[in-house]
C-alpha cells in the first residue's frame, strides 16, 4: 500500500463580486507531496464578460495551485504554477457561470529533486566462439552456424565495423541455431565478424571468425 500525504483543501463559494467565503477546510488523499497554505490568502473574482480568476498569495515558488467542480473526483477546471522568486499565482477559468457555486482549491508542492543514474540499454552478449561453426563449400554456398536463443537475429559482415552485411539469419523457435547462407566467402582463408542481436537488446559486439580456405 502507497500512503500519501493529506492534501489540504479549501472550499470557496463564488459570489458575484470580488468577495468570497470558506466553507468547512477537509482533506484529500491526491497529491504525494503538498505545502501549508492560508486559505485567507485566497481572492476569488467572478467577471463579468472575461474570465474569471483565483488568486492565491503567501505561497512558495514552483508550487501548483489547482481548482476543481468537487472535493473528491470532479474536473479540474484551473491550474496554475508560482513562478520563480515569486509567491502569489492566479489561476484563470473560463466562467464561473452561477453566484453560490463552490469550488475546492488545492495547494501542491514540488518535492525536491533526487538524482538517480540511468543504466544503458541491454546489450546481446558477444557470441562464444565455441558456438560459431564454418564451412567454406566449393560451388554453392558457404554457410555459418550459430548457436544462440529463439528470437535471436545473427548477422554475418565483412568488416569489424561498419562494412557490409553478408548474410543473417534468425533462431527459429523450438530450434537452438541459427543457419546463415552466403553465396561465397571466397576461395581463399577469411574472416568475418558475426553480431547476436536478442529480443529486446542490442547489437552485440563482433565475433571475428576464421573461415577455413575451400578444400582442395
Known amino acids: 500500500m502507497i500512503l500519501r500525504k493529506k492534501e489540504q483543501l479549501a472550499i ?14 477537509s482533506s484529500v488523499f491526491a497529491a504525494p507531496v503538498t505545502t501549508s497554505w492560508d486559505t485567507d490568502n485566497v481572492t476569488i ?44 499565482v492566479t489561476v484563470t477559468i473560463a466562467n464561473f457561470d452561477v453566484a453560490g457555486r463552490k469550488v475546492y482549491i488545492s495547494v501542491v508542492a514540488e518535492s525536491t529533486a ?26 554453392k554456398a558457404d554457410t555459418l552456424t550459430v548457436k544462440a536463443a529463439v528470437g535471436t537475429i545473427i548477422k554475418v559482415y565483412d568488416s569489424e565495423t561498419a562494412g557490409k552485411i553478408l548474410g ?14 552466403i553465396a561465397q566467402i571466397g576461395a581463399a582463408e577469411t574472416k568475418v565478424y558475426v553480431s547476436a542481436t536478442e529480443a529486446g537488446k542490442l547489437e552485440s559486439d ?10 582442395k
Do not use: C
Open 12 to 25: 470557496a463559494t463564488v459570489l458575484l463580486s470580488s468577495v468570497l467565503t470558506f466553507g468547512p477546510i
Open 45 to 88: 473574482t467572478n467577471n463579468v464578460g472575461k474570465a474569471d480568476t483565483v488568486k492565491v498569495t503567501g505561497l512558495t515558488a514552483g508550487s501548483t495551485v489547482n481548482v476543481y467542480d468537487k472535493a473528491t473526483g470532479g474536473k479540474l477546471i484551473g491550474t496554475a504554477k508560482v513562478p520563480t522568486g515569486q509567491t502569489e
Open 114 to 139: 533526487s538524482e538517480f543514474t540511468v543504466e544503458a540499454e541491454a546489450k546481446t552478449d558477444k557470441a562464444d566462439a565455441a558456438d560459431v561453426a564454418s564451412v567454406n563449400n566449393v560451388g
Open 168 to 181: 543473417t539469419a534468425t533462431v527459429a523457435a523450438g530450434k537452438t541455431e541459427a543457419i546463415v547462407s
Open 206 to 215: 563482433r565475433l571475428e571468425v576464421t573461415v577455413a580456405a575451400e578444400a
